[in-house]
Every structure is written in C-alpha cells, then in structure tokens.
C-alpha cells in the first residue's frame, strides 16, 4: 500500500527570516495531520538551518540537487553524503529545470541517481515532457527514455527506494495544470515501465505529480489511482496553501 506524499521544492527562494516564518506557521498544523509524508527542499545553505527547525516534526529534509561525484575538485557542486550528513532523507534528481537550463542529459540524472542511493538518500527522480513534446505526439517517449536511462543504470534498485516525480514542463510555474486524467495517464504509464524492470516493486513506488498544484486542485490530481501525492513549487512557499496541499492528500 503506498502513502501520499507531498514535497515542497522551494527552488532558489528563501532567507533566513522567511524560512522561519513559513516553518513557524506550517509545523503545528503539520504535525495533526495524520497520514501523509511531507518533505521540503529548501537551497542548500539553508538546509542546516531548516534541520534544526525540522526537528521532532515529522517533516522530512530534502534538498534540490547533488554531483553524481563522491568529493573532489568541482566548484560550486555538493556531495551526496554531506546532503545526508545534514539531515537529508530525500534529493530531487533530473528536475526540468536542471535539464533545461543546466543541460543535465538523461546520463547525467541516471549517474545522480545513483550516486544519490549510494549516498543513502532516497532520490526523488524527476520526468516530464515540454509542450512542444506533447504536442507532437512524443510524451510517452520522452518519459520511457528518463526512466529507462535510470533503470538501465541501476536496476531495480532504483525502484526499491525511490520516488518519481511527473512534472511536465508546460505546467511548471505556469498556472496551467494537467488535468487529472492527463496526469493519471502519464502516471500509468509510469508505473508500467518501471513495472518493466519489477512489478511488486513499481506498486509500491510513489510516483508525484508536479506542475501548478494548487490548493484548489490538489485534491482531484491526489484523487486519481496513480497518483501518490505531489511536488510542489510556488505553492510550498506560502504556509496556508502548501498545508491544504497537504490536507488535500490526506
Ligand atoms: P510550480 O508548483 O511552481 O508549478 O512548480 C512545480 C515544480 O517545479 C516543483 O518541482
């Protein structure tokens, strides 16, 4: 039987004093709400302050990206084992914006992945399709080859401890959503490719929409068979509507 869950992404937003407000605002009511997991991903020089903030909550710490390498010489990257070392259970991996505006290939989220499960975090796997790929036709194909880069590299093991996130791109931040029954189809599909590598595990997979979800809509993507939850973007930064995001997956 799979949970709902519900992450918010907080992308490049945030400061010292706005994390604590939302924080203040969100965990009480939080903390009541029984039966769905709940994650945030703030920036990474936030997440020492969002564990401390985080703790004895419930809520779960999660963070945006890794390097697919251990340690060494590159500027600016984070390691997987400091995410972890800082408290992180989750990390989003192949988000469209990472693909979109840092050229991460279908390779190079695969190699995170895996460096993310070595890492002993439980690697959120983002897919989705443009709107130029929906309209041609090709949103099956460009969702079966992010998947099957992951699986092709690390088995069934990816599916054993990760979550996959639907967010096509045409609905990011755009206020258009997918509708529910566009989304529950993506899903389906989903769920048959990694059922491809192993059926027992790809049930029990969380597999979360993204893309303009909203209070007023969550509850009927949330509703649908194959859907588990959501990642959530603008509306994980405002307390009142992130928290009947979450309500609504109760
Ligand atoms: P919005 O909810 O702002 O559309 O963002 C979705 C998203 O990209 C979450 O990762």
């Known amino acids: 039987m799979r949970g709902k869950l519900v992450i918010g992404n907080w992308k490049m937003n945030g400061s010292l004093e706005a994390n604590r407000c939302l924080l203040q605002e969100l965990l009480p009511p939080l903390a009541a709400l029984k039966g769905v997991g709940v994650a945030v991903c ?5 997440l020492a302050q969002v564990a401390g903030l985080l703790e004895g909550s419930g809520v779960a710490l999660g963070a945006q990206n890794l390097n697919a390498a251990e340690k060494g010489a590159f500027t600016g990257e984070v390691a997987g084992g400091m995410l972890a070392e800082l408290g ?3 990390v989003l991996v192949g988000h469209s914006e990472r693909r979109s505006l840092y050229g991460e290939s279908d390779e190079a989220v695969a190699e995170k992945f895996e460096a993310a499960l070595a890492a002993g975090l439980v ?8 709107l130029a790929q929906r309209r041609d036709g090709s949103t099956e194909a460009v969702i ?3 998947v099957r880069a992951v699986l092709q590299r690390v088995g069934s093991a990816a599916i054993a401890v990760a ?20 989304a529950q189809a993506v899903h389906r599909h989903i769920r048959a490719l990694l059922g491809e590598a192993d059926g027992v ?50």
């Open 42 to 46: 703030p920036p990474f020089p936030y």
């Open 88 to 90: 992180c259970r989750y």
């Open 123 to 130: 690697p959120v796997l983002c897919v989705g399709e443009t």
């Open 144 to 146: 079966a080859a992010q």
């Open 163 to 182: 979550v996959v996130a639907y967010e096509p791109v045409w609905a990011i931040g755009t206020g258009e959503t997918a509708t529910p029954e566009q």
């Open 201 to 250: 595990l790809a049930a029990a997979t969380p597999i979360l929409y993204g893309g303009s979800v909203k209070a007023d809509n969550a509850a009927a993507l949330f509703a649908q068979p194959d859907i588990d939850g959501g990642l959530i973007g603008g509306a994980s930064l405002e307390a009142a509507s992130f928290l009947a995001i979450c309500q609504a997956a109760r």
